[in-house]
């Protein structure tokens, strides 16, 4: 059985960090990728970051480029969103996911098939 459970949501100032951890057993992250999804209220899905758990790459979408680093250890089958300099728009539920895809790309984070419950992830003064 596949599960994925995220953690280190919580209520951070504007410009303040957060990192959101997502650890998955049931299978192993050798041949998946793996990300990032968020939604806030009012607003569709949005695909965050991905990574490939075989070489590495890393993928942003653009809202959280320069901001946003996503990581991975593949012996703890654990991947990790550090996010800096949060802003109010980064509000949302955040949702790890994973699939395996092809091409690894932002675009085909859709196509994850397990999806974790959730953490949330609110930037307010």
């Known amino acids: 059985q596949v599960q994925l459970v995220e953690s280190g949501g919580g209520l951070v100032q504007p410009g303040g960090s957060l990192r959101l951890s997502c650890a998955a057993s049931g299978f192993t992250l050798d041949y998946y990728a793996i990300g990032w999804f968020r939604q806030a209220p009012g607003k569709e899905r949005e695909g965050v970051s991905c990574i490939s758990s075989s070489d590495g790459s890393t993928y942003y979408a653009d809202s959280v480029k320069g901001r946003f680093t996503i990581s991975r250890d593949n012996a703890k089958n654990t991947v990790y969103l550090q996010m800096n300099s949060l802003k109010p728009e980064d509000t949302a539920v955040y949702y790890c996911?994973?699939?395996?895809?092809?091409?690894?790309?932002?675009?085909?984070?859709?196509?994850?098939?397990?999806w974790g419950q959730g953490t949330q992830v609110t930037v307010s003064s």
């Open positions: 996911a994973t699939g395996v895809v092809w091409p690894i790309t932002i675009a085909t984070m859709q196509w994850y098939d397990y």
